[in-house]
C-alpha cells in the first residue's frame, strides 16, 4: 500500500497512513500463500542457514560447552573463590538485555572500549561488531552465550557436587589424574544434565531474538537475521512500514511446528523416561 | 611392605582430630584398626592412602616417605565403606579402572581382570553394571578393584557394615582368605569388636584419635592395658566391681567378701580399684562366691546370658552353656569367680 502511495507520489503523516491502513484493510481470509511464498524466496535459506549457526554455535561453545568448564574449574576452586566466580558468571542474566547489551556496544563501538586500546596500538578505528560478517557472528554467539551460559553452569555445579565424595576419592587412588577424573567419572556422571539442558537451551535460542534485536539486529546487511527475528521484523517492524502480519506469523508459526518436531525427537531420541527411572546406585 | 606411621598429626581447621600417633603395620599381616564411632579411624586410612595430607609427622611405605607423594601415585588399594564402585561402568570396567588409567595393555588388563575375577569369585558377574549386584558381590568387586593394581598395602573401610549377618560371616572369611592368598598387608577399620578378633593379627585400638594398645587379638582380649579395651572387646561384655585393697586383700561389698590379691604388684592399703570380670569367669563352681539375684535372663540359643544384681546394686554377667537347666528371673544365686581371672584397674583406669 505505502508502495503504491510513493509511486503516486502523495506523501501522508503516520497518522494518516493509520487511517488509510485501517480502511484498507480486507479482512482475513484463509490461504497458504505465505508458505508458498516462505518457500520461494532466497531470503528464507538464509535465515535458516543463519538460525542453524546461531543456534549450534552459542549452544555448543557456550550454553553446554562454557557451562562446562566453568562449572569443572570453580569444582576444583576453592569453595569462597568458586562461589565469587559463578556469581559473577549470573550477572550477564540477571542484568537486563537492553543495558547489557548497550555495554557490548560501547565495548565495540567506534569510540569504544576496545578501540581506546587498540587505537594507539596502531590498529585501524572501527566498529567492532557490524565490521565484518564473521565479527557480527562472534559478537552475536558472545552475547548469547554469557547469558545462556550461567544455567548451564549452574545445573552442572550441583550435578558435580551432588557426586557422592567416596566416588571421587576412589578415582584418586586408583591413579586418576585430574584429567582422567574428569574424562571417566564426572562427565559420565553429568550426562543427564548434559541432555537436558542441550535440549532445552535449543529450543530456547530457537525462538529468543532480542540480544541479536538490539545488538546487530540482523545486520550488517541481513547476515546475523535469524528466523525468529525475521518473523519479528516482517509482522511488526519492516523498514518500509509495509508490515506483513501475515507473513510474519505464518514465519513464527513454522518456528513453533519445528520446536515441537524437535521436542518430540529428542524425547524419543534420548528416552528421558528411561534416564529418569534409572536407579541410581546406593553410594 | 611394611608401613609406618611416625608421629602423624590431623587437624580439621581448628580441631586435632589425631595427635602424633605411631603405628606399624607389619609386611603381610592384617591389623584391625578398632574404635568407637569418630574416633578418627577413617581419617587415619585415608591419611594412608593420600586422600588426606598429614599436618605433621611421616607415612612411610617401606623405608620411602610418602607423605607428600598424592593418592595417585601412592599404588593403595581401597574398599570404601559404600563401596564406590562407578555405577556408569560395568564389573570388568570397575575392576580394569586402575589399569586403564595407568594404560596399560589391553589384553594384560583382560588377563589381570580375570585373574583377580577368579580369586574373589565373580567370574561370571564382569559384564553386570553395579546397581545389578547383590551387597555381597558389589563387596567383592570393590575388593578386586582395590587388589588387581597389586597394590603396596589393602585398605579396608569399614568393609562388612553395610551387610546382613549371613554375608558379614561369609565375607568375613573371604577377606581373610583373600589376604592370605595374596599375602599383602591390609588394615581392616572397624567398630566391631568380633570383626577385629576374627579377622586380624592383630589390633590396634583407638580412642579419640589415640591408640591405647596394639596386640593380638588373644592377648589384648586376655591382658587389656586399661578399662576401656577391657570393656570394648568381649560380647558380652567385661562388668566391674568397685572394690578395695586392705593388708594384701581385695575387699569387695562392705568387706563382706574378701581374697588375696593375685599377682605382686600389690597396691597400698586403702587403695581404691575397679575389678573387671568376664561373663565366662562369674560361673557356679568358682572359689569366690558371691551371692545375687538374676535381674535379666536372655537366650541366645547355645548359651544363656544372666545379669545378677548384688547386695550393693552393681552388676555381674555370667555366660553359661543352655545345656545346664536356665535359670529364673529373680532367683537367688550363689556363684563365684576366680581371683587370677580378675582384672584389676586402678581408680584412673590403668591395668594394675
Ligand atoms: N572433613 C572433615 N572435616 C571436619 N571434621 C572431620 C572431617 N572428617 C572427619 N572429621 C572429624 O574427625 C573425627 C574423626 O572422624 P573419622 O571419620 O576418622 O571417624 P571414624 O573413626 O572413622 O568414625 P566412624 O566409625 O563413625 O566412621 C570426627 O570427630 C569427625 O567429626
Ligand atoms: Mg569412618
Known amino acids: 500500500m505505502k508502495a503504491a502511495l510513493a509511486e503516486l507520489q502523495i506523501e501522508l503523516t503516520p497518522y494518516q497512513i493509520n487511517t488509510l491502513s485501517q480502511a484498507a484493510y480486507t479482512g482475513w481470509v484463509w490461504t497458504t500463500d505465505n508458505f508458498h511464498k516462505m518457500t520461494i524466496l532466497p531470503e528464507t535459506k538464509q535465515i535458516l542457514f543463519n538460525t542453524i549457526i546461531y543456534v549450534t554455535f552459542t549452544l555448543l561453545l557456550f550454553n553446554v560447552g562454557f557451562a562446562l568448564v566453568l562449572a569443572i574449574a570453580t569444582f576444583y576452586l576453592p569453595k569462597g573463590q568458586a562461589g565469587i566466580f559463578r556469581a559473577l558468571w549470573l550477572l550477564p542474566r540477571i542484568s537486563p538485555s537492553v543495558l547489557y547489551v548497550v555495554l557490548w556496544k560501547w565495548l565495540t563501538w567506534d569510540t569504544g572500549f576496545l578501540n581506546a586500546i587498540l587505537n594507539p596500538l596502531g590498529v585501524a578505528q572501527r566498529n567492532w561488531m557490524l565490521d565484518t560478517t564473521l565479527n557480527a557472528w562472534v559478537f552475536v554467539v558472545l552475547i548469547n552465550g554469557f547469558i545462556g551460559a550461567s544455567m548451564g553452569m549452574i545445573l552442572f555445579s550441583s550435578a558435580i557436587t551432588a557426586i557422592p565424595k567416596p566416588l571421587l576419592y576412589a578415582s584418586e587412588v586408583d591413579g586418576a589424574n585430574r584429567w582422567q577424573q574428569i574424562r571417566f567419572i564426572i562427565l559420565p556422571q553429568l550426562k543427564w544434565p548434559i541432555l ?17 534485536l538490539l545488538s546487530t539486529d540482523g545486520g550488517p546487511g541481513s547476515t546475523t537475521e535469524v528466523w525468529a527475528l525475521a518473523a519479528y521484523h516482517n509482522a511488526l517492524d519492516n523498514y518500509w512500514g509495509n508490515l506483513q502480519y501475515g507473513y510474519g506469523a505464518a514465519l513464527a508459526l513454522v518456528l513453533v511446528v519445528i520446536g515441537v518436531i524437535m521436542s518430540f525427537i529428542f524425547l524419543r531420541f534420548f528416552r528421558f523416561q528411561e534416564l529418569v527411572r534409572q536407579p541410581r546406585i546406593e553410594q | 611392605m611394611e608401613i609406618i606411621l611416625e608421629d602423624f598429626t590431623k587437624r580439621f581447621g581448628e580441631v586435632t582430630v589425631i595427635e602424633k600417633m605411631n603405628l606399624k603395620i607389619r609386611e603381610g599381616e592384617l591389623l584391625a584398626l578398632l574404635g568407637p564411632s569418630g574416633c578418627g579411624k577413617s581419617t587415619t586410612l585415608f591419611t594412608i592412602c593420600g586422600i588426606h595430607r598429614v599436618d605433621g609427622g611421616r607415612v612411610l611405605f617401606g623405608d620411602q616417605d610418602v607423605s607428600r607423594v598424592p593418592a595417585q601415585q601412592r599404588n593403595v588399594g581401597v574398599v570404601f565403606q559404600s563401596y564406590a564402585l562407578y555405577p556408569h561402568m560395568s564389573v570388568f570396567e570397575n575392576i580394569a579402572f586402575p589399569l586403564t588409567v595407568r594404560k596399560e595393555h589391553k589384553n594384560t588388563i583382560r588377563e589381570k581382570v580375570a585373574e583377580i575375577a577368579e580369586l574373589v569369585h565373580i567370574g561370571e558377574l564382569l559384564k553386570r553394571r553395579p546397581e545389578q549386584l547383590s551387597g555381597g558381590q558389589q563387596q567383592r568387586v570393590a575388593l578386586a578393584r582395590a587388589l588387581v593394581r597389586k597394590p ?5 573401610d569399614e568393609p562388612l557394615a553395610n ?3 549371613k554375608l558379614r560371616l561369609e565375607m568375613r572369611s573371604e577377606i581373610r582368605r583373600i589376604q592370605l592368598e595374596t599375602r599383602i598387608s591390609a588394615v581392616l577399620v572397624t567398630h566391631d569388636q568380633v570383626e577385629a578378633m576374627s579377622m586380624s593379627d592383630r589390633i590396634a585400638i583407638m580412642k579419640e584419635g589415640e591408640i591405647l594398645q596394639v596386640a593380638s587379638p ?8 586399661n578399662d576401656f579395651v577391657a570393656g570394648f572387646l568381649g560380647n558380652p561384655p567385661i562388668a566391674f566391681l568397685d572394690a578395695h585393697v586392705q593388708e ?15 599377682g605382686s604388684s600389690m597396691p597400698t592399703n586403702g587403695t581404691k580399684i575397679r575389678l573387671g570380670i568376664r561373663p565366662e569367669h562369674y560361673q557356679p563352681n568358682n572359689p569366690i562366691q558371691i551371692p545375687g539375684t538374676i535381674s535379666f535372663v536372655e537366650t541366645q540359643g547355645r548359651e544363656n546370658l544372666y545379669d545378677v544384681m548384688l547386695d550393693d546394686g552393681s552388676i555381674l554377667r555370667s555366660i553359661q552353656s543352655s545345656a545346664t537347666e536356665s535359670i529364673e528371673k529373680s532367683a537367688q544365686v550363689l556363684w563365684g569367680i576366680q581371683p587370677d581371672k580378675v582384672l584389676i584397674f586402678d581408680q584412673a583406669g590403668n591395668r594394675i
Do not use: W
Open chain 2, 152 to 156: 603396596s598395602i589393602l585398605l579396608l
Open chain 2, 218 to 225: 588373644t592377648e589384648m582380649y586376655q591382658q587389656p592395658i
Open chain 1, 196 to 212: 537436558f539442558v542441550t535440549v532445552y537451551q535449543c529450543l530456547s535460542l530457537l525462538t529468543s531474538f532480542e540480544q541479536i
Open chain 2, 248 to 262: 594384701g586383700e581385695i575387699h569387695l561389698l562392705n568387706r563382706k567378701i574378701q581374697f588375696n590379691f593375685p
Open chain 2, 163 to 165: 551387610l546382613d549377618a
